[in-house]
């Protein structure tokens, strides 16, 4: 899928499903610092983090929901954000040189209610 074929079903799919995460230490839900949302289509959604959001490829892997974004030019995406079954949050940045797979941010997330 081409940057304009993902930017054309951001703006025309509607959000199935609204995530929200916030840091894993903090007790409320007050503060939230993500929310990611699926398309109608579940093939694309949104992951928007300080008022910028970005278009992204959405799919499950394993059990895990899985919003990659950030497309490489030789392939591949240079960020994903990952929500575990339980509602952990992951948040990966493959662009640092060192290539360690470790997430860089843990969350506590859960599906927004309708």
Known sequence: MNLLHLLLALFAAAPVETWECKDYAESGWNNIIVVATIDE????GSVEVAGTIQATI?????????WDFGRKKGGGYSYSFLIKP???GLYYDFTREDNAVKASMVMECRKRKS
């Open 58 to 66: 959405y799919h499950v892997e394993g059990f895990n929901r899985r």
């Open 41 to 44: 289509d579940r093939t694309t």
């Open 86 to 88: 339980d509602g952990t």
